[in-house]
């Protein structure tokens, strides 16, 4: 094989094997959403999203929300158990404090941020913002 095709072969190879290794997630990792107390929070940033409103869409704890009305919020994919399902987390952004239900995940979330509605996160910031830096959640 000449040596740009063996070069190739071999990277197509790697990358078909790192793509098919699964991702694992320790013990440690999936608990650490209820690692989020009052007396050690969690801090990241906040986004938000458009919430599940359709029962035959639910969110991942199978719950429908209205984003507009209501203070729910997506927990990160990575720590978030089935247990944290319906649980009461408290966020804290520029002197206010405010809690919501969590009833879904945050793929795009990284171990400490959390994605809110849209009710929830105008009740810290306006949309405009985006994104919320230094923000403290802890679960209840």
């Known amino acids: 094989m ?9 990277l197509g190879t790697l990358a078909a094997t790192s793509l098919a290794a699964p991702l694992q997630t320790t013990t440690n990792q ?12 969690c801090n990241g940033q906040v986004t938000f999203y458009d919430t599940a409103t359709s029962a ?3 969110s991942s704890c199978g719950f429908t929300n209205d984003g ?3 203070s729910v919020l997506a927990l990160p994919h990575g720590i978030m158990t089935d247990e944290d399902c319906g649980k009461t987390v408290t966020v804290k952004y520029g002197g206010i404090t405010k809690t ?3 009833v879904d995940k945050c793929m795009g979330c ?22 919320l830096f230094g923000v403290e959640w802890y679960m209840e």
């Open 2 to 10: 000449a040596p740009i095709f063996k070069s190739l072969f071999l």
């Open 30 to 41: 999936k608990r650490a959403a209820s690692s989020c107390t009052k007396d050690a929070p």
């Open 56 to 58: 035959s869409a639910p």
């Open 68 to 70: 507009e009305t209501e």
């Open 100 to 102: 919501g239900k969590a």
């Open 110 to 131: 990284d171990d400490t941020s959390i994605d809110l509605s849209r009710h929830f996160f105008t009740e810290l910031a306006a949309l405009l913002e985006g994104r």
